[in-house]
């Protein structure tokens, strides 16, 4: 697998923040594609059918697995077509390579969020969210040695 920086354009954040509209939609059937697939993974696990059931249902639910399978590999595409990564399906993250104060970072946004309101490092943990703004109350003055004025 190639390392995504290598194909993925630097953008700045008004160029992302205009993406919105087009990510919330991608999010939510997302998020609606993860929930559909973790019903499907409880049926498939829960003991007690009949033999018989329990094969044809199987084999729908398989079949319909690898559906969801290659939808999302769709949406990932769809993503990547607008200049970002699917960082993490479940939360329905989505990513886009921009810099902060001269360094290259990830600018992330999750379905709900009208605003790109994280990053993570290059080299952080896909889904990693550092808020781009921090707020006094967000601050652990307690541990501080000097207190600030």
Known sequence: MSDPQTTIPILELPEVTARIPLLEKIGGDILK???????????????GR??????????????????????????????????????????????????????LAWFSWQPGENSIQHWRPVDGDPGERIPLLVREDDLDTDELIYPLD
């Open 50 to 103: 009949g033999a018989g059931e329990k094969s044809t249902t199987l084999v729908q639910l398989k079949e319909e697995l690898r559906n969801l399978s290659a939808k999302l590999e769709d949406y990932r595409e769809e993503v990547k077509e607008l200049g970002g990564i699917l960082a993490t399906p479940d939360a329905a993250t989505m990513e886009f390579l921009g810099e902060i104060e001269g360094c």
């Open 33 to 47: 594609l993860i929930q559909r697939r973790d019903e499907i993974l409880g049926q498939t696990s829960s003991p």
